[in-house]
């Protein structure tokens, strides 16, 4: 068969829609372009620019796998080019394992999943692979699990994560065989089971390259194992053995924000000993609509709103929720300063929280060699955490295919951007199940002792140090700009991060302390303010990661201040703390770099 085009080469041709309509195995999307190929040559403009974008190249795989709007074309979501990842990703690994090869395969509920997870699976089995499908709609945890449990070669999971409704995802993890096929031997243990980095994406995208046509690749009608739940209730029972449990009641509002999570998470909640449960019900059944938030991401604004609402009603300790695909997890405490009486935490809090709380057990029990791993858009109080118990923390490029292989002695990884791992050695990945189990389990000790979770963060900052941090990104319609901005910034970046001198500016393109070249500016102030700008790797966004320090000594200085001003007032305040002393000076801080940066950039 001649080879089906995916791009156009000279703007619109007409006849390359019609060679890839020939060849869309889904009548569905194949009527969509008829309709929008039909309008443009009747001359609709915008029919015209509408073709001319899904035929600009094919959706590039790389390390995040595949993600995009599920529409027709070669630029989008859609069966078709799931297809061709299929077959290169099967190609790919009858090369470097060799026939027989396992891949296992997940999805979640949004549009089209089963589908593009089917598809899967027919165009594995065809090319002489074993294809072992997950249920349908379990959290992506679980996929990383069952590839390291059955000691698969690849796994595949459809998920846009926590992408806007339009949106569709294919992730792709690698086993140890193939790790070791291109690689050294130490690679493949620390990545085995991880995310796809390079060149493992370069190798396979250069296969799904070669794939001439959907109609050239094979599928099976059937010949694949399918799983039981009985993969839940093994995962369930490695969440039982990290050994974390409640210490006391606590009432927990929890929601999945419409996704594939919720089942699982009660499960694991409950068979820890937390029975005090109260589901967000107009969220827990998975809906690919995601019709109560506009993101259906918790770090978006109003994302936990029904949460809330429901917490102030039965009166909750803790808010826990998770992204659609339960590989994220957030957390907010009762807070009576805050108008909706909770605060959400953020994802450094929660990183600081749950390393904090390993280190102190890793340290009681006598282990060594432990190692503590972030992003290095995250923040640096991780690292001060666990070097204060004797441990070691490293930085990582962002991401979990970077985290999870940070090294082999890993025990705890976490990113800003509410990821983290708590169990590396059974989910190389992010899981936002195991996680909330565990911060579960830590607001229930701290309620024990007579503490809480704000004056744990206390205790760690007066300790350390008090590392402020926030986000900002700019989300752009027009994404060349943000190239044009870090030009920018490469070119003239800014004296001054909230009146402290930049001492610092590294180009993380040429690498940085040891690790590999990737988009982003670090800037480093006199006062230790640090800013990180990258372009987003899944997103239209242009995104900031600002932080702020105050050492122990400001921290104690503050609260003497403050005793001293209450003291002359003759007014009696409880315990000084890091937070109320210091975070209205801090916050300032983080208010004055965050406009200097919008005036900089002017987006």
């Excluded at 156009?8 to 929008?36: C, K, M, Y």
């Excluded at 027989?100 to 899967?120: L, W």
């Excluded at 943000?482 to 690498?511: C, F, Q, Y």
């Amino acid at each position: 068969m001649t080879r089906v085009a995916d791009r156009f080469t000279n703007g619109f041709d007409a006849e390359v829609v019609r060679a890839w309509i020939a060849d869309d195995p889904d009548p569905q999307t194949a009527i969509s372009l008829e309709h929008i190929l039909a309008e443009a040559e009747s001359g609709d403009e915008a029919a015209v620019a509408d073709l001319e974008d899904r035929f600009s190249g094919p959706l590039v795989f790389g390390t995040a796998g595949l993600r995009g709007e599920i529409a027709a074309g070669p630029n989008r979501m859609n069966r078709a080019v799931v297809i061709r990842a299929a077959a290169g990703l099967a190609a790919f690994l009858a090369d470097t394992v060799g026939e027989g090869f396992q891949v296992v395969i997940g999805c979640d509920a949004r549009y089209k999943s089963a589908e593009f997870a089917a598809d899967t699976a027919a165009v594995i089995t065809a090319a002489g692979g074993v294809a072992i499908q997950l249920p349908e709609q379990l959290p992506t945890p679980l996929l990383a699990y069952a590839l390291l449990k059955r000691g698969a070669d690849a796994g595949v999971m459809v998920t846009a994560s926590h992408n806007p409704p339009a949106d569709n995802g294919y992730k792709v993890y690698l086993g140890q065989r193939p790790l070791q096929a291109i690689g050294s031997e130490a690679d493949a243990e620390a990545g085995a089971g991880a995310q796809i980095v390079s060149p493992a994406d370069a190798l396979i995208a250069e296969k799904i390259s070669a794939v001439e046509s959907v109609t050239s690749v094979s599928r099976a009608e059937s010949g694949w194992e399918h799983l039981d739940e009985s993969i839940v209730e093994d995962y369930l029972s490695r969440i039982d053995d990290l050994g974390v449990r409640a210490e006391s009641e606590l009432s927990i509002v929890l929601t999945s924000l419409h996704g594939v999570g919720a089942g699982v998470a009660e499960a694991a909640l409950t068979r820890t000993g937390f029975t005090n449960l109260h589901p967000v019900a107009s969220q827990q059944a998975p809906d690919p609509d995601f019709p109560t938030v506009s993101f259906p991401n918790p770090e978006e604004a109003g994302a936990l709103d029904e949460s809330f609402a429901l917490a102030r009603e039965v009166g909750a300790e803790l808010i826990i929720a998770n992204d659609p695909d339960a590989d994220r997890f957030s957390a907010a405490i009762p807070d009576e300063s805050a108008a909706i009486g909770y605060r959400q935490l953020s994802g450094d809090e929660v990183g600081l929280l749950l390393g904090e709380d390993l280190a102190g057990r890793l340290a009681e029990s006598g282990s060594d060699g432990a190692v503590f791993a972030n992003s290095i858009v995250s923040s640096r109080a991780l690292a001060a955490a666990v070097q204060s118990h004797g441990f070691a923390a490293v930085n990582t490029l962002t991401g979990f295919k970077w985290i999870s292989r940070a090294s082999l002695g890993l025990v705890f990884g976490y990113e800003e951007a509410l990821g983290y791992c708590v169990d590396p050695m059974i989910v190389r990945d992010k899981d936002g199940i195991s996680a909330a189990v565990t911060f579960a389990a830590l607001a229930s000790r701290l309620k024990a002792a007579g503490s809480s979770i704000e004056t744990e963060l206390d205790r760690i900052r007066n300790r350390d140090g008090y590392f402020a941090t926030a986000p900002l990104s700019f989300r752009l319609d027009d994404v060349s700009l943000i190239g044009t901005a870090m030009a920018k910034l490469r070119e003239n970046p800014p004296a001054a991060l909230a009146g402290s001198p930049v001492a610092e500016v590294h180009d993380l393109s040429a690498g940085y302390e040891g690790l590999p070249p990737t988009d982003g500016i670090l800037l480093l102030s006199e006062s230790n303010s640090r800013v990180i700008v990258r372009p987003s790797g899944t997103e239209p966004k242009l995104k900031c990661y600002l932080e702020v320090v105050a050492e122990p000594s400001e921290i104690q200085a503050a609260a003497e201040a403050d005793a001293r001003a209450a003291a002359s007032a003759g007014v009696r305040l409880p315990t000084a703390s890091a937070s109320a002393s210091l975070k209205p000076a801090l916050t300032e801080r983080l208010n004055s770099i965050s406009t200097e940066l919008k005036n900089f950039f002017s987006l």
